[in-house]
């Protein structure tokens, strides 16, 4: 083999690299089942007339000096030189699916470190580029990024938008031309644009086209963008944002790009998103303890601010007899928190709601058999707090500017050592003296005008978030994390490899969840998704569910309840017990098979389901999220199952909706197999399928395949 051509092979993916003159990626798609580096010949690309003279390669540096005339991975300067550095290789490790290509410019004074590990389990690469300072006089690095090559056949981008209570929300453009890019400057992973980007083949589906995905696991800043070069070469870039001035590099000092993480499936979405999850239930996400996902009962949408130990112990009994395995106090328990204009930063029990401590509670909870989980919100301070009137220095501000708040509420500066020290001391004290279990850590404004020491402060900010969480976990290695930002507004990778869940969303509506879940799904498995059956009327929307529609779109990740069990009726209570066993049973297979999100000819339903690894059972649920475009609504075709292999199909779950006596709804008669199970083949439930009910809108059923 050309010693300079590399190959990182698994199973799903191969990516072929060729390391002179630096790394450049020639090759990113399925396994090649045999491989002549002599082949990479046929890659020798003409040179056009009217164009520079030579070659130009599309590194993961994509260096200008080299005539790419697009958006370079390393952008910076030495005082106005050094600005445009081209990189030659000068060494190389490669071990196993391991790769590292360092590459030196002498005369800028910069070494460019790019990291390739390829899963062999899942196929997913991760890459990292590292920039150090060789020079003596300071570097001013404005940009670092990560340029991938993308195949020139892909023209059709989906991206995520959102806000708040309506996150992971996909969209498509087709890119012919020039870019698409999303900048998010939010100081958080954001509501508005996960950071992650799809670049497929026109018309590609969930189950079907050539699609290249990317996240960046990064909990800040973040800059991700597709291009197509005017040559018709086509990249995918992403990059943490650095604010102007914000990183600074002394002699010898480095700083690197978070992780990218990639996945390319010739299957469409589905085969993206099932090695990721594999890559992040190996990878990312570390329980403390192998265990079965605890059902949840968190109390803010039953109680709010509302705190009375005694009614809380008598929520806690109740949440015990529906099942409940894991039973939080959300916000309110600390001094002087009625409501959410005071008190954050003064993180000492509230002794007047609970003048006998934390600990009756928590043995009660304990008593009945459950977890316990606490809420904190550790970064922000309210102005009407006893820390800020103590310390209204401790910001993460710039001087003389007037912040604005967000939920009545400032930055804590992170990297100011005396923060850090007391946000530390107080959360030591808050897991060290009370048996708790679980954190729901929460994070409830964007960054404006993020200074330290009156410099842009948002990259350290998000590290030394990190940092805490890191030594936090050290202390308390058996207390599980929950990433929570106004529900979806710190989502990604790199905050996971430190916490277990997220809340996906402050919306708890079945029909929003349904949209939101699915966007989330691309990214990451159900069992970090926390999804919770709210209350019949949601507060966020005001809209109305029943409760097999919230039951059955809460089964589908890490399931809870949220809401006052006291106060339901024993119907709602019921049906909260039904859900939450019918979850246990089912748990098993759905927190360890392959999600597929099927696609459908009608865009009112959603099918979504989970596949066990050996194909011998798998989930589906079938939700109607308006009314039916047509009377009959065809047939479902599940082709996750195995052809030759014969399936029992039956219904685990009905709408006592769907009832042929009850006028209003919209079947005489149900398809046969719903009433009675039925048995079929794979590959006929695959090819033919299986004839769908007329659903209600805002209704869903479950089905189950059981190999015989
Ligand atoms: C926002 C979170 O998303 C909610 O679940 C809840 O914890 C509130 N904050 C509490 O203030």
Redesign the pocket.
Known sequence: MEPSILRLESPATDVIIRCQPYAEILYWGPHLHSFNAEDIQTLNRAVPHGRLDVDVPLTLAAELGHGLFGSPSVEGHRDGKDWSPVFVTTQIEHKNNQLTIIGEDDIAGLRLTSELNLDSASGVLSLRNSLTNLGCENYWLDRLALTLPVNETADEVMAFHGRWVKEFQPHRVTLQHGSYQQENRRGRSSHEYFPGMVLGCHGYSEQQGKVWGIHLGWSGNHRLRADVKTDGRRLLQAEALYLPGEVSLAEGESQSTPWLYASHSNHGLNGMSQQLHRFVRQHIVHFPQPKARPVHL?T??GI?FDHNPQYIMSMARQAADLGVERFII???WFQGRNH?RAALGDWYLDEKKYPNGLQPVIQQVKDLGMEFGI?V?PEMVNPNSDLYRAHPDWLLALPGYQQPTG?WQYVLDLQNPAVFDYLLARMDWLLGEHDIDYV?W?M?REIVQPGHQGRAGSTGQAEALYRLLDTLQLHHPHVEFES????GGRIDYEILKRTHRF?P??NNDALERQKIQRGMSYFFPPEVMGSHIGGKLCHTTYRQHNIAFRGLTALFGHMGV?LDPVKESSEEQRGFARYIALHKSLRPLLHSGNVVRLDSHDPTTLLHGVVSESQDQALLIVSQLAMPTWSLPGQLRMPYLRPEARYRVSLLDVPELISVEQGGHTMKVLPPWMIQPIEANGEWLAQVGLALPVLDPESAILIKFEQL
């Open positions: 968190n803010w949408e709010y959300d916000d309110g959410d809420w919100e939920r729901k929460d409830n929570c930002a106004s529900g809340w969303s402050d949220e």
